[in-house]
Every structure is written in C-alpha cells, then in structure tokens.
C-alpha cells in the first residue's frame, strides 16, 4: 500500500500563488508518475499536470505557463507551484502516484484531497 497526502491547498485571491505538496509513504518502492488533479463542484475531475521519474512533464492546457510541477525522488514528493491564480482553478486537487506492481500493471494510488478557493 502506497499512503498519499497533499497539503498546502488555502483560501488565496486572484493573481496570487500558492504551492501544493504531495507526499507518498509506504511501499513506495517502484514509484513511476506522480501528478495532480482537480475537480470543482458539478464537474469531473481532471488531469492538472503530471511528472515521470526522470522528470518529463504534461500540462492541461489550463495549467501550461501558469503552474509548474517538480518532484523529489529522494523524498518521494511531488509539488505544484500555482502562479496567476483565478477564480476557475477553484476546486479540490488531488495527487496521484503510480506504482508499477509485480504483475506489471500499474496501480494508481490517491490522495484525499486538498481544497484550493480563489476569490475574485
């Protein structure tokens, strides 16, 4: 089992930042992708932004020149730095790690969430 944690989710104004932490523990032996995810009231959750081991990225659209996503192999973390925050990134983001088991699949593991709100 692979425990996952965010933190760093606040209440922040339009044009502000704010820096999202994930943390994996566990058996975390053989982790590939990590990444985020946001859903906002009424709408299905959707791909943020996601990072591979060796440090190869993918944005949604929403997220390319505005959000910057790292990780630390070493502490098995994965970070979102969010930059001209607006009203639409309001929503729960959520951080995923993948994990590739001994059959060869890959397993997607979650976290609970944590809560991002932007005023206006």
């Known amino acids: 089992q692979v425990q996952v944690v965010e933190s760093g989710g606040d209440l922040v104004q339009a044009g502000g930042s704010l820096r999202l932490s994930c943390a994996a523990s566990?058996?975390?032996?053989?982790?590939?992708?990590m990444g985020w995810y946001r859903q906002a009231p009424g709408k299905q959750r959707e791909l943020v932004a996601v990072?591979?081991?060796?440090?190869?990225?993918h944005y949604a659209d929403s997220a390319k020149g505005r959000f910057t996503i790292s990780r630390d192999n070493a502490k098995n973390t994965v970070y979102l730095q969010m930059n001209s925050l607006n009203p639409d990134d309001t929503a729960v983001y959520y951080c995923?790690?993948?994990?590739?088991?001994?059959?060869?699949?890959?397993?997607?593991?979650w976290g609970r969430g944590t809560q991002v709100t932007v005023s206006s």
């Open positions: 995923a790690v993948d994990r590739a088991q001994v059959s060869g699949d890959v397993y997607r593991y």
């Open positions: 566990g058996s975390i032996f053989s982790i590939s992708g």
């Open positions: 990072i591979t081991r060796d440090g190869s990225t």
